[in-house]
């Protein structure tokens, strides 16, 4: 059956949600696949053809957005008005009724490999790494992953935005699990993010100014055997613990570059495509550049060590069309170029801005803006 409206063309939607329920929702649309937005169109259709749906308890609601293909939300007042019901229990029901009507996939087996690794790289400075490795790992966690954020930036820009203090100098670290210098757990290290829809789904492993010295200790450490392994056997006791591992990593070309893309490459019996490297980018040349750099490194690093390292996709990062000619066409050269395929276009939008100005994560600060949807976005991308 054809709509009666363009699905294009869409109107924002605000409604009071039992977090429960958004929860589900947002988990199941990832399971499937399914924009979150498409999801609730699917249900708003189904429940208006419904004869009768059980109502849902919708205390302690709070606020939910989304966006419904113009004139559907209308038509959905007007028959929450027939029936004598709230228009935000016309919004829960038929959320309600979607959930019901799609049931979440099978589990998969447990991966032997363990968690699926993806760490988000550019030598350039400046492209959105580190927004993109947070709002990405909110998604996923979002959706029901549990999963680890890593900075391993010596600037730790990402700890800061997230409003987490960063290790003492002295203390254990990544760098010095890596070298081989720390005792005990890197567990005992990790921080839960909490807030939003991904809360007790989400930790960080945080920064520690001491790896701006690991790329020298990594070409002089004796107790190093192979470099390009140190990254993976510190992490190997976290794997198990979690389904995905992010990492947000320095604008680099060193031995710390190398140890996180061997670390996110195809292992034996995995999957391809299952873990590998994101890559942040602008629209204009300097970028373009900067990939060339990266690109060489990996097939380096591939041929070097008999290997397969899977690009995952760029984000073309904020993008604004009002730049002209210099974006619009490099914005161009990025989609044609085929594989990796560009995951999405993050808009020059404020929210982001806003949230590191707070320091609360994207997902929280501005839960239903653009940028935290194209976020979910990359990360079902990945997930798929």
């Not at 990832?30 to 699917?42: H, N, P």
């Not at 195809?266 to 590998?276: F, K, L, Y």
């Not at 070097?304 to 490099?330: C, E, P």
Request: proline share 6%.
């Amino acid at each position: 059956m054809t709509a009666p409206y363009d699905p294009n063309d869409r109107e924002k939607v605000v409604a009071k949600l039992p977090g429960e329920l958004r929860k589900e929702l947002k988990v199941r649309a990832a399971e499937l696949g399914k924009d979150i937005q498409d999801a609730v169109t699917e249900g708003v259709e189904a429940w208006r053809r419904a004869k009768d749906s059980p109502a849902v308890d919708t205390g302690g609601g709070t606020s939910f957005a989304t966006y419904l293909p113009a004139g559907l939300y209308d038509k959905l007042k007007k028959d929450c008005k027939s029936r004598g019901l709230p228009y935000n229990q016309g919004i829960a029901q038929s959320i309600r009724l979607w959930l019901d009507n799609h049931p979440s996939p099978r589990p998969q087996p447990a991966r032997s490999t363990g968690a699926r690794r993806i760490i988000v790289g550019n030598q350039k400075g400046g492209v959105g790494k580190t927004s993109v490795s947070a709002g990405t790992a909110q998604a996923l966690a979002e959706s029901g992953h549990r999963t680890l954020l890593i900075d391993f930036d010596p600037q730790c820009h990402l700890t800061k935005q997230l409003g987490q203090p960063l290790l003492d100098i002295e203390a254990p670290s990544l760098a010095k699990h890596m070298l081989g210098e720390a005792r005990g757990s890197l567990k005992d290290l990790l921080v839960p993010i909490k807030g939003g829809d991904f809360e007790d789904h989400l930790w960080l492993l945080p920064g520690c100014k001491d790896a701006f010295l690991l790329d020298a200790k990594l070409a002089t450490s004796r107790t190093v055997r192979i470099k390009e392994t140190a990254l993976e056997k510190a992490l190997e006791e976290l794997e198990q613990d979690f389904h995905y591992i992010l990492i947000d990593c320095p604008p680099s070309l060193g031995y710390s570059m190398d140890t996180a893309l061997y670390y996110c490459r195809t292992r034996d019996g995995e999957d391809a495509d299952t873990s590998g490297i994101v890559i942040p980018v602008l629209a204009e040349d300097s970028s373009a550049d900067a990939y060339d750099m990266l690109y060489e490194q990996v097939q380096d690093l591939t041929e070097d060590m008999d290997i397969d390292i899977a690009m995952l996709g760029f984000v073309v990062n904020m993008y604004d069309s009002r730049k002209g000619f210099v974006a619009t066409s490099s914005l161009e050269e990025w989609q044609k170029f085929g594989e990796p395929p560009v995951l999405a276009v993050m808009p020059e939008l404020k929210d982001q801005r806003e949230a590191v100005r707070v320091k609360q994560p994207l997902l929280v600060h501005a839960p239903y803006g653009d940028q935290s949807e194209i976020m979910r976005t990359i990360a079902r991308r990945i997930s798929a």
